[in-house]
């Protein structure tokens, strides 16, 4: 079945630090790939997404790349900042409208 | 983006108990879908609901549970007779397209 491992956290930045929170998945077929975040108090916001090979998906200064060769959809920030802490999901979607998500990442930044 | 509220926020219950669980779509939509994250664990698929039936569920979504649509508005999730695992954030769900828009959870914790 469709899994998805994401780094165990929390992982604590400073300001201005380069991001990585990487993820992995095991599909079968051609899954779209996503990634959710979830603000305290709030609930999971679709952050990016890819639905193909090599797409880059960006929002917020946020980037993830679809590698097929790796199964691996790792989110980036170049530059991070206190507002970016939050809860990070990586999730797939396989055949069905369902998404197979992970434990979540805890992203804490320091000022 | 479409907006989700969840009532309550947080409820607390004794073993045996009922709980509903309130979903609050501010528009109209026809795809919904409600998750569970145990503390630590992976967000985790409970169930989908179409044009006031029910599309899929996971094997978690046994007799215990159940959803309804009451009103044409709010979408609900009972749970009967409580145990100390369904302890857990519920979470509710919107679907248009392959994207989900959540709410912001509600906290259960069942003593």
């Known amino acids: 079945g469709n899994s998805v491992t994401q780094m165990e956290g929390p992982v604590t930045l400073s300001e201005e630090a380069f991001l990585t929170i990487n993820c992995t998945y095991t599909a079968t077929g051609y899954p779209s790939l996503f990634w959710y975040v979830q603000y305290p108090g709030e609930g999971l916001q679709l952050l990016l997404k890819?639905?193909?090979?090599?797409d880059k998906g960006s929002n917020k200064g946020f980037e993830a790349t679809y590698r097929k060769e790796t199964t691996s959809f790792h989110l980036e920030k170049g530059s991070v900042q206190v507002s970016d802490s939050a809860v990070y999901f990586c999730?797939?979607?396989?055949?069905?409208?369902?998404?197979?998500f992970g434990r979540g990442t805890s992203l804490i930044v320091h000022p | 983006e479409p907006e989700v509220t969840q009532t309550p926020s947080h409820q607390v219950t004794q073993m045996g108990q009922e709980v509903i669980l309130r979903c609050v779509p501010i528009s109209n939509h026809l795809y919904f879908y409600w998750y569970r994250q145990i503390l630590g664990q992976k967000v985790e698929f409970l169930v989908s609901?179409?044009?006031?039936?029910?599309?899929?569920k996971s094997e978690i979504f046994d007799d215990q549970f159940s959803v309804e649509r009451p009103d044409g508005s709010n979408f609900t999730l009972k749970i009967r007779s409580t145990k100390l695992e369904d302890s857990a954030m519920y979470f509710c769900a919107i679907g248009e397209g392959e994207t989900q828009y959540f709410g912001p959870g509600t906290r259960l914790l069942v003593l």
């Open positions: 999730a797939l979607r396989g055949g069905s409208y369902i998404p197979t």
């Open positions: 890819a639905t193909k090979a090599d």
């Open positions: 609901f179409y044009n006031n039936e029910i599309s899929e």
